[in-house]
């Protein structure tokens, strides 16, 4: 049956809990709820929270869709210019981007990525 997917952490099929990759300062713990996982496994869909820190994502996985819904980051690229993002923003990060997300309280984020055939879907 196919009915529209609501992207909460009460209808995600996986929950994932850790320390965001490669933690530069503070305890940056992370949850990712997803929500939709395509068979295929190159579309993933959910909900993203972080807390505290500040982590670098030295080649990003995917082409994700993102939209703030809670809190703010600050995101720095990779020549060191910088982006504040608050609920309502709505943004993409291309595939092999480096950023570097500073989270000073927390963040909350529904996501969309987009896993090309040559590139592996994150963990």
């Known amino acids: 049956m ?5 992207f909460s952490p009460e209808g995600a099929v996986e929950h994932v809990e850790g320390i965001a990759p490669n ?9 990712t709820w997803r929500c939709f996982v395509h068979p295929s496994g190159r579309l993933t869909a959910g909900i993203w929270t972080c ?8 080649a990003h996985p995917s082409n994700e869709m993102c939209t703030i819904l809670e809190g703010e ?5 990779a020549d060191g210019s910088r982006v504040t993002v608050v609920p309502g923003d709505a ?4 595939y092999g ?3 570097i997300w500073h989270v000073d309280g927390y963040v909350k984020k529904s996501f969309i990525c987009n ?3 040559n590139e592996e879907a994150a963990s």
């Open 2 to 6: 196919k009915t529209i997917v609501r």
């Open 23 to 31: 933690p530069l300062s503070g305890n940056p713990v992370t949850h």
């Open 51 to 58: 807390e505290g820190g500040t982590f670098e994502i030295s």
């Open 73 to 77: 980051a600050v995101i720095e690229h």
């Open 91 to 94: 943004f993409m990060i291309p």
């Open 97 to 99: 981007a480096r950023t």
């Open 115 to 117: 896993f090309n055939e």
